[in-house]
């Protein structure tokens, strides 16, 4: 065919191939979202005109060869629609056979019409049509022909769902091949295509609340425990109480942030070496804390700022607060003798609970005063320095260890709980994961996955902290979506964090109070027990062997010692009185420097005296030794002090020098 023939709004062909992507053309007139009219090539229109139903070219060519027809479908001449599929397979599907012509079918310019066969398109809410092609449920017997094939209408369209034709339990849908039964929201369908069922949505998993939930038929409802109230969004449970902070460290700070005040506060700060372990106690306003390479625990009362601490406890490096009695636990590190041990400082106390293994040490440790239970995760480095790790519950006295995770490859670096759903999370580093398994160590299951370093792990309001690199806090749900939202807390990497609420040290009895043990009283699983200095279990009054109940420090191998810290009024005024003075010395320099250069100004005012003496001994000699002669007005005389004189005989050349008496200095002001 002739070049000139291409692209002239004319079938020439027969099968369109001459006018098949002419509008692709771009002329230089026209830009690259343009294409130009045929008729006029100076005419440029946006792409959005072709087939719109106006002409806009001079000749209405953006109008032709326009299809009716959708995606994957053609357009016969007769103008009826037929799936591209169809095309040249050897069956007249059009009626004119304009879908299997000679010249089309010979060029393969079908073949680029039609979709991969490969190419599965999901149909689980639709109809799958005969052809292939998946529509809406809603298109089904409706006396429109919405699949190519017409497979939609006909067959048992009109006798289905009818009364004596209607086998589902909850609606029925009209479909060609008879009833289709489909159940309302909430239910499922069984395996019998009939009959649905209520779906349970509180034994899913994500939950779909965040504390309890309460199913219903068809619906569920969510509810909070006791210390929380319901959000508006029907799901997610707020604590009671004030607003939540969060406490860290950065060296030898403690700080805290308060994220809905948007605060920052600086809460402790002294000259030592950096904060290795951190713990709360809500209800007292005390920080527990342990001090790198320091054979002691400390706290600090952020009311009162009194600071005590507890000395030569061996190694202390995790620090776990137990709110129900006051007593501290904590990991004693020392290579001779690691031990979980505990401290009381209203007792003055401290005694051994737990022996460790010398060559395993406590990456993790936790206390739950509610349940009475504590956990602790053992770490070993023993083949090709590849860690493992058993994770135990015990009870606070030292009693009834349990088992709950073992891993031969693993770290745990975080280690947190649920109290009211008894659930235990654990994050391992190792594998980059967040574990949750029940306080019985069944139903293990990753929350999160993929996640880099997570330490530091923390539960508050049915969502889990941890801090990662660079900084930051992460904060993830644990139920819906589980959404998981990143915060910076610091510019670089920062020590430990704990979170501080009411709601995470619900009130509990004191089980060692009025208790009659004579050494140190722990919560126990029933009550409370006594404990010896050497960690022995005696009977409530039944004595220790070798100890006298005395508040002396003498015959103890650890010391108890106070320090009052400056309150931040003390600190205020101090710093008020230290500015004060500051101003007032600066003033009153300021002020003499005023002054001076005044004074300086006035005594001097329109002088510039300044005079320069130069001593020479040859000055005011002749080389005769005779005086020299008077010059009358208007003579001028200059002596060389070379002349009639030998260099032999010269003298020491000449000094300058600057007369200080005769010298006086001009301030302009």
């Known amino acids: 065919m002739d070049k000139t023939l291409l692209c002239d709004g004319s079938n020439d062909c027969g099968d369109n191939s001459d006018e098949i992507a002419c509008f692709v053309a771009i002329s230089n007139n026209c830009i690259l979202s343009e294409f130009s009219c045929h008729s006029n090539s100076s005419i440029c229109l ?10 806009d070219c001079p000749e209405g060519e953006d109008e032709k060869n326009c299809s009716n027809c959708g995606p994957e479908s053609f357009e016969c001449d007769n103008k009826k629609c037929i799936s ?90 009209k479909t060609p091949a008879g009833p289709m039964c489909k159940c309302r929201d909430g239910y499922k369908l069984m395996g019998d295509g009939h009959t649905c069922k209520d779906i349970d949505e509180c034994e899913q998993d994500p939950p779909v609340c965040s504390q309890i939930c309460a199913n219903l038929e068809g619906n569920h409802i969510c509810d909070c425990y006791e210390g929380f109230n319901l959000r508006a969004d029907k799901k997610s449970c707020k604590s009671t109480g004030s607003s939540m902070f969060l406490l860290y460290t950065i060296d030898n700070q403690i700080r805290e942030i308060t994220p809905t005040a948007n605060s920052l506060k600086i809460l402790y700060s002294e000259e030592m070496p950096k904060i290795t372990s ?151 580093q190792h594998q980059g994961q967040i574990f949750r398994t029940t306080y019985d160590g069944k139903q293990r299951t990753a929350v999160f996955s993929n996640l880099t370093r997570p330490t530091g792990l923390r539960f508050f309001e049915n969502s889990l902290y941890f801090s990662t690199s660079n900084g930051d806090v992460t904060k993830c749900q644990l139920y819906g979506q589980q959404i998981c939202d990143t915060f910076k807390v610091h510019a670089y990497n920062y020590g430990t964090f704990t979170i501080a609420q009411e709601g995470l040290q619900p009130e509990v009895e004191n089980p060692c109070q009025n208790n009659t043990c004579q050494y140190l009283c722990i919560a126990s699983s029933s009550h409370y027990k006594c404990l010896c200095d050497e960690g022995k279990v005696v009977g409530a009054n039944e004595k220790c062997p070798n100890i006298q109940r005395s508040s002396s420090n003498e015959d103890r191998p650890f010391e108890f010692h106070s320090v009052d810290l400056p309150s931040n009024e003390e600190d205020s005024q101090r710093g008020s009185a230290t500015l ?90």
């Open 46 to 55: 946006p792409y959005s005109a072709q087939c719109n139903g106006s002409s």
């Open 84 to 173: 591209t599929l169809w095309l040249c397979d050897g069956s007249d599907d059009c009626g004119d056979h304009s879908d299997e012509n000679y010249t089309m079918c010979k060029s393969g310019v079908h073949k680029d019409l039609q979709p991969s066969r490969f190419n599965h398109v999901p149909c689980d809410d639709g109809f799958r049509c005969n052809s292939g092609a998946c529509i809406s449920l809603d298109l089904l017997c409706n006396d429109k022909h919405d699949c190519f094939d017409e497979s939609d209408e006909g067959g048992l369209c009109s006798k289905s769902c009818d009364t004596m034709n209607n086998p589902c339990s909850q609606d029925c849908l």
């Open 278 to 428: 951190l713990d709360v106690s809500m209800k007292d306003h005390t920080i527990y804390f342990t001090i790198e390479n320091s054979a002691t625990i400390q706290r600090i009362n952020t009311k009162t700022k009194k600071r005590q601490y507890i000395e030569h406890i061996g190694s202390p490096k995790k620090i776990a607060y137990d709110w129900s009695t006051g007593h501290v636990y904590y990991y004693n590190a020392r290579s001779d003798a690691k031990s979980i041990s505990v401290c009381s400082f209203d007792d003055m106390l401290c005694t051994e609970l737990i022996d460790i293994d010398m060559h395993r040490h406590v990456s993790e440790l936790v206390v739950d005063s509610v349940n009475r239970v504590m956990f602790y995760s053992l770490t070993s480095w023993w083949v090709f320095n590849s860690p493992s790790y058993v994770l135990y519950k015990v009870n606070l006295d030292g009693t009834n260890t349990v088992e709950v995770v073992k891993s031969t490859t693993g770290y745990i670096t975080g280690l947190t709980y649920d109290i009211n759903k008894k659930y235990l999370y654990y994050a391992d």
């Open 580 to 669: 004060t003075a500051v101003l007032l010395v600066s003033l009153g320099i300021i002020l003499a420097g005023i002054a001076l250069i005044v004074y300086a100004k006035r005594k001097h005012s329109g002088q510039f005296n300044i005079s320069m003496r130069f001593y020479n001994p040859t000055y005011n000699r002749n080389a005769d030794g005779m005086e020299k002669p008077i010059l009358t007005p208007g003579q001028h005389e200059y002596t060389n002090p070379m002349r009639n004189t030998r260099p032999k005989e010269l003298e020491p050349a000449g000094e300058f020098s600057i007369d200080n008496q005769n010298v006086a200095y001009l301030v302009d002001m």
